[in-house]
Each structure stands twice: as C-alpha cells, then as structure tokens.
C-alpha cells in the first residue's frame, strides 16, 4: 500500500509548490493576472476536495500577503483575491483536523457516517434501518454531517442518497470509526447464486464456476412486499437454493441478483424498476446490500440484459467475441453492449435502453411517456395489445403465435410489425456500436421455434428492416443469434456476473 501512499503524498508537494509559484508571479505581476487566479483557484478546489492543508495553508497564507500588499491595484483584482480568500477559510475550517466533531462510536451521527462509507448511496430509510433510528432522526442527523462537510446528499430518481465525502472518510479513520482492515470477499467462488427478482416470483440457481447449474428453483412472491422485505425472501430464498445442492461451501459463494430495469451494480441500488411499482416498490433500494447484509455472502446487482451479456461473454457465443449486444425481448426491451470485452454501463448504469428507442411516430404511448417507442410494438405486452386492437380476442402471447401460425391475418400483421420495429432498432445499434453481433433473447414461439409461420415471419422482418435502415457494411458484418429466453437462463446469467466479479 507504500505507492498510492507515496504518491498522494507526492502530488500534495506539487500542489504546495505550485500554489507558491502563482503567489510570487502574482506578487511580481498583478496585472493581467486573469489566468495564473484561474489556476490558483482550480489549484484551491483540488486542494479542498483532498484536504489537502499544507496547500490550502499556503494559498491562504499567500494571498492574505498579496491582499495587504496590493492596496492599489484594482478593485476587480482584489475582489478575486478576497473571493479565493474566503474559499481557503471555509476549506481550512472544514478538514478533518479542525472539524468540531466528537463523533461517540456508539452514537446516531457516527453511525450513520460508517454506513455511508461503507455502502455508499443509502436512503434515509435505509439508513433508519442500519442504525435503529427513525427517519426523522436519520434527516437531522444528515444535516448535522453535512453542514460538518463529512458527508453529501444527491437525489436519485424520486430518493434522496447520501455518500461520504472524502474529508468524512479521513475524519472516520483518523477517529477510529473505521478499521483500516475490512476483511475482503473470497478472491474465488466455489459457486455462484443467480436470483431472478420478478415482480410476484423469484427463480434461482446454484451453478459451479463454469456457470453450469447444479440446482434450479421456483417460488411465489407474497403480495405487496417493500424492498427491505424483499431482500429477506431473497435471502431465505438463496439459503434454500444452497441447500439442494449437497457438501455446497455456502461460505465460498457469491451471489448474482438480476432486476429488470436500472440499477447501478457500484452501489448495489435499484435506480427505477418500473415492472416492479407499485405492487414491489424496488426503485431506491439498495437491493444488494440488503441482501448481503441478511446473507453475509457478497451480492452483486446487474440488470437482464447486462446480466445476459456477461453470461455470453464468460460462457456463451461472446467468449471470443470483444463488441457483441444482446437484446432482451420481454415485458419490456433492452440490451447489453460488451465493448472491448467489458460490459458498457455509461454514466449513470442506464446504457442500452433500446427499448425506449423511438420507431414509429405518432405511435402507441409507453410508460416512459414517450410515443412509439419500440417497447410499445415489439414487447410481449404490446403484440398483445396491437392483436387486439386488430378485433383479436387474446389474453397472452402464445393465443396471439398460434393464430399468427395459422395465417390469420391480424395475428401475422402484429408479428410482422413488431420484427420491424425491431429490426429499425438494432439498425441504430448496429451504426452507432459496429458489434460483431447481436444475441437475441425472447420467448421461444417468437425467436425460438424456426420452421414454424410465427418465428421465422418475426426474424425475416427483423433482418429485412435491420438491413435496411443499417449502414451496409455494419449490417452485413454482424451475425444475428436467437436464443430462447427462459427463468432458468436468466437466473444463470445472474450466477455468470457473480462469479466474473468474484474471478
């Protein structure tokens, strides 16, 4: 641990020097002092956010100096002098050193602080949890730890989060609230535990290392679950599983959750799950940490699809494969892109929402409150709903496939239109990632049964509309796979993301 040691330490003495360079050009030449202010105060944050206080103590002592000494230069000049001023006085008032904290181990504040650090992005209600506290004491407390600049809020969909700040993890360290030797997960799983969470049932599988499964199980939710109780069947759930399987090293596995919608597997926390809401409010919860605090094995969270992509690539048709996507037709649509051989995420975990690509226009409405989304033509959902629209008289897919098997008119222009509207999608995929292919998901009478009217109608028109709305060398270089989806699939690739984060 020496070298990252060493090397803050390093850039702390850069920092330090560097502030002290700017004071002296400033002293020698205040005018047209514009740029060499703007590197001061860039200089000041960076010193602030690391706590950095032979740097800031240096700045503050400079400036104070080039304030006095420069009574006649003009008011703008000191003005910007007395601004940076004011930034080093708080950032001094605020280090961990000089914070007014006296933070009792066994306390509310102290607690609340340790939660933070070490499961970052809890809710008040989570943090109620964690430390016996009610919300209403969790929010006071929260106030007190931010105003002290140890810890910071931010919203995420409708919740606040919280996280520490880096001057709160230096106070808790050097305080003593946190050991500085956290025991560490197993480096290696003996076995993996996938755990499909579906709005009113949980499907599961044991698997070995090579993701092949040992066991598989299936159980129904209770109605009207909150997440924290969510979590405990989970755990149940997963206690269950490991049982069926014999001489299983419980203590050597990891266990893989898979939500469908977005989730940020960093932090463990559903940002919105909307097929869950509002019979299993999901969104905001830190799902992961609530189950491995009920377990004690290390959870991973990950959405369908990126939990499908993972899966190909450890074990599947992505193992020799750098830029692949799999897309995911369901209740809802999504996709998972590999890119160079990780899982893309984007910024905020939200990546591949291929669903809620716009393909027809006006076009039906979507829960996301757009029109014409490709979730509203090409879910399961929706050839349902267009089926019946049509004058159809279907309750689910598999009526909509066979009439569609038999020719029937309404049936077959519901399927035609839904590949289509697929096919248009993956276009803009195919020219916007170039992958060297595209696994398809989706149920079995639609991609998964060729030789039969239903599935080869759908993929004919997904590969004539891919072809061509697509640039013609993207879509002429990419091979396009399906494969049916199933519970037990996807619990398995739940598994494949536990055991290749724990490799």
Not at 212 to 238: G, I, K, W, Y
Not at 280 to 293: F, H, K, N, Q, Y
Not at 333 to 338: D, R, T
């Amino acid at each position: 641990m020496s070298a990252p040691s060493d090397s803050r330490h390093g850039q702390a003495g850069d920092r330090r020097a560097e502030v002290e360079r700017l004071i002296k050009v400033l002293e020698d030449s205040p005018d047209g002092a514009d740029r060499q202010l703007n590197t001061l105060g860039m200089l000041i944050t960076d010193a602030s956010l690391d706590a950095d206080e032979i740097a800031l103590a240096e700045a503050h002592d400079g400036l104070q100096w080039l304030y006095r000494n420069h009574e006649q230069q003009a008011p703008e000049f000191r003005g910007r002098l007395q601004g940076l001023l004011d930034v080093t006085q708080w950032a001094l008032r605020r280090l961990p050193s000089r914070l007014q904290l006296a933070l009792v181990p066994s306390g509310h504040a102290a607690r609340f602080l340790v939660a933070v650090i070490q499961r970052p992005g809890l809710s008040n209600q989570e943090i109620a949890a964690r430390i016996e506290a009610d919300e209403t004491e969790v929010s006071r407390v929260g106030r007190r730890l931010l105003a002290a600049g140890v810890v910071m809020r931010r919203k995420e969909w409708r919740h606040n989060i919280w996280d520490a700040t880096p001057r709160g993890r230096q106070y808790a360290e050097s305080s003593g609230l946190l050991t500085k030797a956290a025991p560490a997960p197993p480096t290696t799983a003996a076995l993996g535990v996938g755990v499909v969470v579906l709005p009113h049932r949980l499907v599961g599988v044991v698997t070995d290392r090579r993701a092949r499964v040992m066991t598989c199980l299936e159980q129904e939710l209770p109605p009207l679950l909150d997440s924290m109780t969510t979590a405990t069947e989970v755990a149940d759930f997963v206690n269950h599983l490991l049982k069926g399987v014999p001489d299983a090293d419980a203590e050597a596995s990891v266990i893989g959750v898979q939500v469908g919608g977005h989730v940020i597997p960093e932090s463990g926390r559903v940002v919105f799950a909307p097929n869950h809401e509002p019979e299993v409010p999901l969104t905001g919860a830190s799902l992961a940490g609530m189950i491995e605090d009920a377990t004690d094995l290390p959870t991973v969270i990950e959405n369908d699809a990126n939990a499908l992509a993972q899966y190909e690539r450890s074990f599947g048709d992505g193992r020799d494969t750098e830029c692949f996507a799999t897309v995911i037709l369901g209740e809802g649509i999504g996709s998972g892109l590999i890119a160079h051989g990780r899982i893309s995420h984007g910024a905020r975990s939200a990546a591949g929402e291929i669903g809620h690509v716009v393909v027809e226009q006006p076009g039906r409405a979507c829960q996301c409150g757009n029109k014409g989304c490709l979730e509203t033509v090409a879910s399961a959902p929706a050839i349902i709903g267009i089926a019946q629209e049509s004058g159809l008289s279907v309750s689910d897919l598999d009526a909509v496939l066979t009439l569609a098997n038999e020719k029937d008119g309404a049936a077959t222009a519901a399927v035609e239109r839904a590949g289509r509207a697929l096919g248009r999608a993956l276009s803009m995929l195919l020219n916007l990632t170039n992958p060297e292919k595209v696994i398809l998901y989706g149920p079995q009478g639609l991609v998964g049964s060729p030789g039969t009217h239903a599935s080869d109608l759908f993929l004919d028109s997904v590969r004539d509309a891919r072809d061509q709305y697509t640039f013609p060398t993207t879509g002429t270089d990419c091979e396009l796979i399906a494969k049916p989806l199933s519970g037990e699939v996807e619990a398995r690739a739940a598994a494949a993301v536990a055991l290749a984060r724990h490799q």
